[in-house]
């Protein structure tokens, strides 16, 4: 079973940025970010191939980057523009299983997550 660590949640106000790192414990070939608020369903965040092609939810498009470093172990998602919507915890996740990147049911491996708070 992978393991993935993640780090880089904090709390900050609005108009600030954070960025979330996550290391699989070995190669992955898709690895995608969510969130999950409470009460509230997880959500695609933003997604990310081999290749580097790259996905995003419609509400965080032009204000989250999702990245991969050179040698492809760490995947970086840059969050500008925080707004107290964005409050939730953030997953990683990957071992895709094929289907839709940016949904959870695409994924048998998550983190443990990480917060993010904004305040207003």
């Known amino acids: 079973q992978v393991q993935l660590v993640e780090s880089g949640g904090g709390s900050v106000q609005a108009g600030g940025a954070l960025r979330l790192s996550c290391t699989p414990s070995?190669?992955?070939?898709?690895v995608g970010w969510f969130r999950q608020a409470p009460g509230q369903e997880r959500e695609g965040v933003a997604a990310?191939?081999?290749?580097?092609?790259?996905r995003y939810g419609e509400s965080v498009k032009g204000r989250f980057t999702i990245s991969r470093d050179n040698a492809q172990t760490t995947v970086y998602l840059q969050m500008n523009s925080l707004q107290p919507e964005d409050t939730a915890m953030y997953y990683c996740?990957?071992?895709?299983?094929?289907?839709?990147?940016?949904?959870?049911?695409?994924?048998?491996?998550w983190g443990q997550g990480t917060q993010v708070t904004v305040s207003s």
């Open positions: 070995r190669y992955a070939v898709v």
């Open positions: 996740a990957t071992d895709w299983r094929g289907g839709t990147w940016l949904s959870p049911r695409s994924y048998n491996a």
């Open positions: 990310i191939s081999s290749d580097r092609s790259t």
